[in-house]
């Protein structure tokens, strides 16, 4: 044995070996055919053509190498080990797995099914069933694939180096679905690590890491009628309003959380019943820590094994579509955690993250920030977006912590941000990854749409890429959503002084198009319930609730409420438990939950309420200055339709005989009054309605004459409106 073959064998056996198809596998030379095979631990190989006939022994060498004459055409290798026999397609008798036009692309950062490419796919492969594997770890010194199938032994797969891309690939016969896996990495100063696959489709549930090889069945969809439809659905003319939710804490059974097919039963139909159009889920995505709430993800291409497997969340899609519900998913593309089987230093290098910590580590959460400049992690993270809609017909994405990203300088302190190219603060590289994921999706995805979590006064968030924005769909109002609780959180007696909290708004209320957010946000970490931040007595807490959510569905802007503020939940979230539900032994609490379902069905039947919240024409203040008594009253209209009057009373004071002016003389209907008894109110109102007098007020020439109900919100629209 020559010295050249010497050093290959101990490469292999120390599992530094680089090149494992220049050893293993069929080989030329100047005798014929040799066969060459490394199998730690074997104590006899044979080499057996395909039609059986023709065996060949191959001769243990060393340390689990075996060589020797091989049959001619393709062939199996028949492996006796200590414990019995068994035969396999030989890993390194394939050729390669990716073409050069692949690995180019995604060089390039344009690869358009990149997750189609990468990872684990089990397949039929030159008509041998198997698994393919491919990762991107350009600094590796050397890459195999670990797992199940190989005793978790990284000499016993070594994977082939693609220098094109720095993608290492390999085929392995016989290896399936379900099957467990991790890529184990020499890294580029001489570390190992054991990592799961950032492409993997699916994942063994924590505290487990190993990802796991996905069944490529396709799931059976039923919903080409909701998808050819969904555009209609999320145009700025349509009602959208949105249940935001936990999937582990919304309910529990025996205290453990549902899985997929549970909520598909449960949570669908009560978010049918309450009429929200849509459902969006906190993080699904698979992540190691639950007290994150997801929001810090390592699996950005599998549903957490937490509630199923992938198929089980396709399912639940298929069941909120078959409801005509949509499904949108929180997606988070600013940070990732630095657990040790993820992507920090990846192949003993900062490949996915910054490697200066003053642009690749985030103080905020202690996690490392995405390297967006670079084209490879761009293209793997508009992939994650995409593969979402595309693989589950999931409806959208609110993109997380979007502000974090476009600024440079985010919580940090002079001296700890790095300067874009031209000494400003904007991140280029996030702009420019933002606007293609956007663009993307408007070209891959017909009919989805994308959020974006904002809390600054960047322009043209909701812009078009081409009109020099960010090209989102929406924009959550957060301005809105402070100001306003601020505003609700005041004693009654002192809002006079806060009045402008409520309509500062409507300054800006189109410079984008809003999603008004009630979220988790404002439930955790001491903030208390909604139902908590109210001021007074238990009475005036659940009348400063009602009135609040009637104010939130006939402003301008589509709704999101999180679950548990339906109920008037007392105690803030807790991610580890589900909601009170007893509290709906309450009627004042079930008061509040028939309010939002009551909301949900006239914010949908009455077309001024939803059709034009991207118009300023939509919206016309009728009382906004009224500070002394803290009342608001405003019309919400749209073309052909009945004009809405929606007017709020922020006092427990009930006031009789206020006087508001309207556009247009006739009976003016109450459709909904948050003081009704129904809801737990005083049930103090209007008798159904009121008849405008010949009376001028606010510059009309007919108004009405209403009893105001403390701490309430009415909604009033013309009857027999002809347009």
């Keep these: 044995m020559n010295e050249a073959l010497e050093r290959d064998i101990d490469a292999l056996m120390h599992a530094r070996h680089a090149d494992p198809f220049a050893v293993l596998g069929p080989h030329d030379t100047e005798n014929g055919r040799e066969i060459r095979a490394w199998m730690p631990g074997a104590v006899s190989i044979e080499a057996v053509a395909a039609d059986g006939e023709d065996v060949q022994t191959l001769h243990a060498v060393r340390d689990g190498f075996f060589r020797g004459a091989g049959p001619q055409g393709t062939y199996r290798l028949r492996v006796q080990w200590p414990h019995g026999t068994h035969e396999t397609e030989d890993p390194y008798a394939f050729g390669n797995i990716l073409d ?36 991107w770890a350009p600094n590796a010194r050397r890459v195999s694939v670990v797992g199940d199938f190989n005793s978790w032994d990284g000499r016993r797969h070594p994977m082939r180096l693609r220098f094109t891309a720095g993608v290492w690939e390999l085929f392995l016969p016989g290896v399936g679905p379900g099957s467990r896996y991790k890529f184990e990495i020499l890294g580029a100063h001489g570390g190992v690590s054991q990592r799961a696959d950032p492409f993997a489709r699916q994942t063994e549930a924590p505290p487990g890491t190993a990802s796991i090889v996905v069944d490529p069945t396709p799931f059976a969809f039923t919903d080409a009628e909701w998808m050819a439809q969904r555009a209609e659905r999320h145009a700025l003319d349509a009602p959208i309003s949105i249940y935001e939710v936990h999937a582990g804490s919304w309910r529990r059974e025996d205290g453990r959380e549902l899985n997929w097919h549970a909520l598909a039963d449960r949570l669908v139909p009560y978010v049918k019943a309450l009429g929200f159009t849509h459902i969006e889920l906190m993080p699904i995505m698979e992540h190691p820590f639950g007290g994150s709430w997801g929001y810090q993800p390592l699996g950005l291409f599998a549903p957490t094994a937490r509630y199923g497997s992938p198929a089980d969340f396709a399912y639940f899609v298929n069941a909120c579509h078959a409801a005509h519900i949509g ?39 202690n996690t490392m920030i995405y390297n967006l400049g670079r084209n490879e992690v761009r293209n793997f993270m508009i992939a994650s977006g995409i593969a979402w809609l595309q693989r589950f017909h999931v409806d959208g994405l609110r993109v997380d912590a979007v502000a974090s990203m476009l600024y440079r300088d985010y919580s940090r302190k002079a001296g700890e941000w790095v300067p874009n190219i031209h000494g400003g603060r904007e991140n280029l590289e996030s702009i420019t990854f933002l606007q293609a994921l956007n ?68 300054v800006y209320a189109w410079s984008e198009h809003f999603v008004l957010p009630l979220s988790h946000d404002e439930v955790v970490h001491g903030k208390g319930s909604l139902l908590g931040k109210m001021p007074g007595d238990d009475w005036q807490r659940f009348a400063n609730l009602r009135a609040y959510f009637g104010f939130l569905w006939t402003h301008p802007g589509k709704k999101l409420l999180f679950m548990g503020g339906e109920i008037a939940q007392r105690a803030e979230w807790n991610h580890d438990a589900e909601l009170a539900w007893n509290t709906l032994d309450d009627p004042r609490h079930r008061g509040v939950q028939h309010l939002v379902r009551d909301l949900n069905r006239v914010y949908r039947e009455l077309p001024a309420l939803h059709q034009r919240d991207a118009n300023p024409d939509g919206f016309a203040w009728v009382v906004g200055d009224d500070s002394t008594n803290s009342v608001l009253a405003y019309l919400r209209q749209a073309p052909g339709t009945a004009p809405v009057l929606v007017v709020v009373n922020l006092t427990p004071v009930p006031r009789g005989d206020y006087r508001i002016g309207v556009p247009h003389a006739g009976f003016w209907a109450e459709r909904l009054n948050s003081d009704a008894d129904l809801y737990g109110g005083s049930g103090m109102g209007n008798a159904g309605g009121r008849a405008t007098d010949d009376v001028t007020a606010h510059g009309f020439a007919q108004s009405l004459s209403l009893v105001l109900p403390p701490l309430s919100t009415l909604i009033l629209q013309l009857e027999g409106f002809a347009s």
């Design 100 to 135: 050069e036009s692949d690995l180019h692309a995604f060089r390039e950062g344009r690869h358009g099914a990149l997750d189609e490419r990468l990872g684990a796919h089990a397949c039929t492969w030159h008509g041998v069933a198997g698994t393919r594997f491919a990762v």
């Design 439 to 506: 663009e993307a999706v408007d070209t891959r995805c017909p009919g989805a749409i994308t959020i974006a979590e904002e809390s600054t006064a960047w322009p043209g968030v909701t812009a078009p890429v081409r009109d020099g924005g960010l090209g989102f769909h929406y924009k959550w109002n957060m301005g809105w959503m402070h100001d306003t609780l601020h505003y609700l959180e005041q004693d009654p007696i002192h809002r006079r002084f806060h009045h402008h909290h409520m309509t500062f708004g409507l």
């Design 327 to 365: 499904v949108i998913l929180d997606w988070v593309p600013a940070h990732f955690p630095n657990d040790a089987h993820g992507l920090v230093e990846f192949d003993g290098t900062a490949l996915f993250e910054h490697a200066d910590p003053r642009e690749g580590y985030h103080p905020d959460w």
